[in-house]
């Protein structure tokens, strides 16, 4: 099946410093890739949309300023979550469709936590 | 009200009982339905898709009902590997110059199986 290669799994940072997320599509072009947070008990959580070569599209009360999203190509979405501070430690993860209302292909997730 | 309603549990059942999880959504323009099961911090996996007409996967069996916009799981001679998180998840449809579906997640109920 596809697979869709997240990275990296976690990582810990300092309040304040900028992380970046990658999320690829390994063996099919994905038109639009999609970021979704969850916090510990919780529903996974839509923040933004994205189709490659075009703004993403993000939900009600995400900033978008603080959750850069880039989707330069067919295969690759990145997600940077700027000037992290405490409250943004949560799991990341990326999802990935090859077209409209086709299956979704989850990335493995990254646990962000920031100190 | 939650788009995506569901019983968070837990439940907790011996193996191989039969246990039914419901869900309700509230927007009568979703398309598609499905059920993911999620492990504790890793991606969720899609279990299986969700038709009127009722479709059945070995000890799994999903049911939708569109009038009263329910969703069910059914499953079967539970085993200790069922053990997991089940997501309810609808597929809602964004018409604009994309028309790119999203998926909604359900909070999630949690199983537990035991010996």
């Known amino acids: 099946g596809a697979v869709v290669s997240q990275h990296p799994s976690w990582v810990i940072c300092k309040s304040g410093t900028s992380v970046k997320i990658e999320c690829r599509s390994l063996d099919f072009q994905a038109t639009t890739m999609f970021w979704y947070r969850q916090f510990p008990k919780q529903s996974l959580m839509l923040m933004a949309t994205?189709?490659?070569?075009?703004?993403?599209?993000?939900e009600q009360g995400v900033e978008k300023d603080k959750f850069l999203i880039n989707h330069a190509s067919l295969t690759l979405s990145t997600l940077t979550v700027t000037s992290a501070h405490p409250e943004d430690s949560s799991f990341y993860i990326c999802s990935a469709q090859q077209g409209f209302n086709e299956k979704l292909f989850f990335g493995s997730g990254t646990q962000l936590s920031v100190l | 009200r939650k788009e995506v309603e569901q019983d968070p549990g837990p439940f907790n059942v011996p193996e191989g009982a039969t246990v039914a999880f419901n869900c309700t959504y509230s927007?009568?323009?979703?398309?598609?339905f499905f059920w993911y099961r999620q492990d504790c911090r890793k991606e969720p996996k899609l279990l299986m898709s969700v038709y009127s007409s009722g479709n059945e996967d070995g000890r799994f069996t999903a049911q939708l009902n569109r009038a009263s916009q329910y969703i069910s799981l059914l499953i079967r001679d539970s085993k200790l590997s069922d053990s997991a998180t089940y997501l309810c998840v609808v597929n809602l449809v964004v018409v604009g110059s994309s028309n790119t579906g999203k998926l909604i997640f359900g909070q999630g109920t949690t199983l537990q199986v035991k010996p």
């Open positions: 927007n009568s323009a979703s398309q598609s």
């Open positions: 994205s189709n490659e070569g075009s703004k993403a599209t993000y």
